[in-house]
């Protein structure tokens, strides 16, 4: 399934665009409209990259901590270095227990995805930002052919950006590759 999305400055230009497209003989169901009053990202199946970010976080914490809780109490017995003399054996290990976990849970933020969370990622985003600025998207899915074709019908529009995409998700079938 391939995708098209145009931006488009207000409201009577996206119903304008839309109009145009359902006069040359696009099905309803493979044109959509978002933006203020009509879907809304999340309607139309916009991820929000926040979410699978905090999933991936979650998952990976919770093998990531544990770990290197083990792997810091395992240094400590290996080095029997001792960082507070004080606390003894047991408590220096639990340090190094301690320590470790924080060092678990400090990659499961930077490899799980915290850093796309904190810096945005993906394309969704900039599309959702667009939305809560005014803007409209009007938004063509079909096969290449109809998406070609919208895309000559959206440049007339003067859209602030016309991107295509094609869904990563989709398995290819016969006669595609």
């Not at 497209?21 to 926040?50: C, M, N, Q, R, W």
């Not at 990659?107 to 915290?114: E, I, L, N, Y």
Request: proline fraction near 6%.
């Amino acid at each position: 399934m391939n995708y098209l999305i145009a931006v488009l400055p207000d409201r009577m230009t996206a119903e304008a665009a839309y109009t145009e497209l359902e006069t040359e003989g696009f099905p309803a169901d493979s044109v959509s409209i978002l933006g203020k009053g009509y879907k809304t990202a999340d309607e139309y199946g916009f991820i929000d990259p926040s979410k699978p970010a905090r999933k991936q976080m979650r998952l990976m914490s919770f093998w990531l901590v544990p770990f290197g809780f083990a792997a810091g109490v395992a240094f400590n017995l290996s080095t029997q270095y001792q960082l507070i003399p004080a606390l003894g054996s047991v408590g220096n290990q639990l340090i190094g227990g301690l320590l470790g976990a924080i060092g678990g849970a400090m990659g499961s933020f930077f490899v799980g995805g915290g850093v796309g969370l904190s810096v945005g990622g993906g394309d969704a985003l900039p599309y959702r930002n667009r939305l809560k600025q005014g803007k409209y998207l009007v938004v063509v899915k079909g096969a290449p052919n109809l998406t070609n074709k919208a895309t000559r019908l959206l440049k007339s529009f003067n859209p602030e950006l016309l991107q295509g995409y094609v869904d990563p998700t989709e398995k290819p079938g016969w006669g595609q590759l």
